[in-house]
């Protein structure tokens, strides 16, 4: 049993920053990319930010320049630093994980259960 566990949403004013957490925990073997996706209300889920075990980072262009992604390995853990926040980015952010439970399995995808975010004056 796999759980991703995210903390760090919230409501902040426009310009503002918030740090998001997300926790994997359980029968891990390696963890191989880790990553954050939100999803606005009435919208597809869609990537924002993702991390290799290597250090190697990918942004969606709207928010290049303004989040931050960084893992820790030791503990199975990413974070995603979010500055100058705007109104678009509310949405459910949820956490990735691309991990095998067992040397001889394949990697597969596992999701938090999201965040909400909320940026609003």
């Known amino acids: 049993q796999v759980q991703l566990v995210e903390s760090g949403g919230g409501l902040v004013q426009p310009g503002g920053s918030l740090r998001l957490s997300c926790a994997a925990s359980?029968?891990?073997?390696?963890?191989?990319?880790m990553g954050w996706y939100r999803q606005a209300p009435g919208k597809e889920r869609n990537l924002v930010a993702t991390?290799?075990?290597?250090?190697?980072?990918n942004y969606a262009d709207s928010v290049k320049g303004r989040f931050t992604i960084s893992r820790d390995n030791a503990k199975n853990t990413v974070y995603l630093q979010m500055s100058s926040l705007k109104p678009e980015d509310t949405a459910v952010y949820y956490c990735?994980?691309?991990?095998?439970?067992?040397?001889?399995?394949?990697?597969?995808?596992?999701w938090g259960q999201g965040t909400q975010v909320t940026v609003s004056s």
């Open positions: 991390i290799a075990s290597g250090g190697s980072t």
């Open positions: 990735n994980a691309v991990l095998t439970t067992d040397w001889r399995k394949g990697f597969n995808d596992y």
């Open positions: 359980g029968s891990i073997f390696v963890i191989n990319a």
